[in-house]
């Protein structure tokens, strides 16, 4: 290879980048300007993509972690031969562009996370990474290693100072990801100031301390050292971090700098830069010659013409497998789901959700093979262990539990990987108040639209002498404000068991089932009416009087509530409502049907009130929580906080 059309392909990278933030005069042209190097390397010399089938599942996974360098990437891509015209380059930024401000997952073709919040990116590449050797364990046979690749980040300072990037990366040391590799831009300069201001700890020591293998390139702009690097940790038995020192805002007059990072260079900055560069084209311009080179159309179709035969052979070889794998990959679900569904009968034993949850995990991982994932440390709480589904540990990542530790925006962030490597459907499991430390990742899952399922356990006051700092009372609320998010809080265990089929069958976002702690008792089954968000789980005698509305534990109140209602002359409807936003969708008809119009409505949950002031309006009245909770026996919170027969009838009454 011509070392000149190297040069010039870099400079190209470099060149559209700054080109396309002096259009927008809006971006981040720093970090491309330095770390176009490394990346025309890794794209050029290493990773294996079609252009043409970007979703190609034996492609390697690399993820700009560094989303606000995102002209570097969306550089790559145009001169790589994806879908991604040189018009979507001079539209950075815009409307309706492919081009957004952070790479957007869904939105421009050849993406394989969405990054902007610093770390994610990054600890999502541990998830991929996981799934690659989750799957090839379970699935790669003598002679066909269909699931054989490598996952790659270019990250910043920034990336590694977040918390959820420690969480991650020792998660990825602890599993020995040999097949994880990381480029850290390492020039050293923060959006403040120099890291040295910011930070004095040994980053490479304390890599080193996690199970990785650390290398370091001295000169960011020799090709050949970051190739001598990423060959040698492809042979690595550990995840590697490599930190090539680079000079942000390279060629630029702000070169070095903090003012290189986020700002536009100006027409005279990108001017200078272009003449210190030694660039002598109009804006935008890609030479013929880097046309040419960087295009990897006719080199990915073959590569993946390679993978297709191998796969053919697999099938061949081993039909069964193949049917699994193929299904799996296309996240079919057995037309019999609802049948492996576990079910409860009316006045049977109570049982908690968290209980049922536990039992329907089970009974779908037996014929949903793609279900797998863990806890932050709280399995036999959360009860989300697949028995005879093994550890995943460094050496058995074909086990579908996996001991994430006491991480949960770590693990949370790996199960968006887990998702979007595709074919597996990840689950992870931890109290519903600790949902604070995972609601970035759980963001991340719905502008992802990833289907990964949160079990959140304990989901009240509830849960009793732990406290006020163990008892979610504003969690559930701030869960149901995420777009596309579905949350659902069953009120019995057959609703727990339609809820588990709601969230596998969706694939347009997260799904977090709220589930408790307590025992609950068994209402009469009506998986129909869970599916649609909200149903009539007693009706009145003649016509309503008042409508009481509840989710989980607080149901069996109302029902309660009702019969006293009843005794009082009051005629009361009851609902049950596990999902406001499967509700919300539904048509107007079916809303109305369950919630007549003009009916005077209270509504029963025991958080925050504030959700439920869509489905009660001004002249109802909601029974919830305006405090945080207690340390006492849960049957005590439930009276001292007004969930009673008693109060209930109360507040009807003054509602009425």
């Not at 990474?129 to 269909?146: D, S």
């Not at 991650?168 to 990381?182: D, Q």
């Not at 697949?386 to 790996?414: C, P, S, T, Y």
């Not at 163990?470 to 579905?486: F, K, S």
Request: proline residues 5%; aromatic residues 8%.
């Amino acid at each position: 290879m011509s070392s000149d059309v190297s040069q010039l392909s870099v400079n190209t990278i470099r060149t559209l980048s700054i080109d396309a933030v002096q259009a927008a005069n809006s971006g981040h042209p720093g970090a491309p300007l330095g770390a176009a190097p490394m990346a025309y390397v890794l794209w050029q010399d290493f990773l294996r993509f079609n252009p043409q089938h970007p979703e190609w599942a034996g492609r390697d996974r690399f993820v700009l972690s560094a989303g606000h360098a995102s002209m570097l990437i969306y550089s790559l891509l145009h001169l790589t031969g994806y879908d991604m015209p040189l018009e979507d380059l001079k539209n950075f930024r815009q409307w309706g562009s492919k081009t957004p401000g952070h790479p957007e997952f869904f939105h421009t073709p050849g993406l394989d996370a969405t990054t902007g919040p610093l770390g994610q990116g990054a600890a999502m590449t541990v998830g991929m990474a996981m799934a690659e050797a989750h799957l090839a364990a379970r699935y790669n046979r003598g002679g066909f290693p269909i699931f054989n690749n490598h996952t790659y980040a270019v990250l910043g300072d920034g990336d590694l100072q977040e918390g959820v990037n420690h969480e991650a990366a020792a998660l990825a040391g602890h599993l020995r990801l040999n097949k994880l590799i990381w480029l850290h831009d390492d020039n050293q300069i923060q959006l403040d100031t120099p890291t040295s201001k910011a930070e004095s700890d040994d980053v490479a020591a304390r890599y080193v301390s996690y199970g990785w293998n650390v290398l370091k390139v001295a000169d960011g702009n020799d090709l050949d050292q970051i190739r001598a690097a990423i060959r040698e940790a492809q042979t690595s038995d550990r995840p590697t971090l490599i930190q090539v020192r680079t000079v942000i805002g390279f060629g630029s007059p702000r070169a070095g700098t903090s003012k290189a990072h986020g700002e536009p260079l100006g027409a005279e900055g990108v001017a200078t830069t272009k003449q210190a560069l030694g660039w002598d084209y109009p804006a935008f311009t890609v030479p013929g010659e880097v046309a040419a080179h960087m295009n990897a159309r006719e080199c990915g179709a073959a590569l993946e013409a390679e993978w297709n035969a191998l796969m053919d052979g697999y099938r061949a070889a081993h039909p069964e497998l193949g049917a699994e794998v193929d299904a799996l990959l296309a996240r079919d679900l057995p037309a019999t789901l609802a049948d492996a569904l576990p079910s409860y009968e009316v006045g049977g034993k109570a049982v908690a959700t968290r209980n049922a949850s536990g039992e329907v995990i089970n009974a779908l991982a037996k014929v949903v093979p793609g279900l797998m994932g863990g806890s932050a440390d709280l399995s036999g709480s959360t009860k989300t262990t697949i028995k005879d589904g093994g550890e995943m540990q460094a050496d058995a990542m074909g086990g579908r539990n996996v001991l994430f530790g006491v991480r949960e925006f770590g693990m949370a962030a790996a199960a968006n990987g887990l998702s979007l490597y595709g074919g597996l459907r990840p689950m992870v499991g931890t109290f519903l108040v600790f949902a604070d430390y995972l609601k970035p990742a759980f963001r991340l899952s719905a502008i992802q639209m990833q289907p990964v399922t949160y079990v959140l356990t304990h989901d009240s006051i509830g849960l009793g002498e732990d406290g006020p700092t163990h008892q979610p009372i504003d969690q559930i609320a701030m869960l149901r404000a995420v777009p596309g998010a579905h949350v659902i809080r069953p009120a019995d265990a057959n609703e727990t068991a339609a809820a588990w089929q709601m969230a596998l069958e969706y694939d347009k976002g997260p799904t977090a089932i709220a589930l408790s702690r307590q025992d609950l008792p068994i209402l009469p089954r009506n998986h129909a009416g869970v599916k649609k968000g909200a149903y009539v789980v007693r009706d009145a005698e003649g016509a309503a009087q008042v409508i009481l509305i509840a989710s989980g534990s607080e149901v069996s109140l109302a029902l309660d509530a009702a019969e006293a209602l009843s005794g009082e002359g009051i005629a009361a409807r009851v609902v049950s409502m596990p999902c406001m936003e499967v509700f919300r969708a539904q048509e107007r008809s079916y809303r109305d049907s369950v919630l007549t119009p003009g009916v005077k409505r209270v509504a029963l949950e025991a958080a925050s009130k504030a959700p439920w002031y869509e489905w009660v309006g001004l002249e109802g009245a909601v029974i919830g929580m305006d405090t945080f909770g207690a340390s006492a026996p849960a049957s005590v919170l439930f009276e001292k906080f007004g969930f009673s027969v008693q109060n209930v009838v109360k507040v009807v009454r003054g509602v009425l």
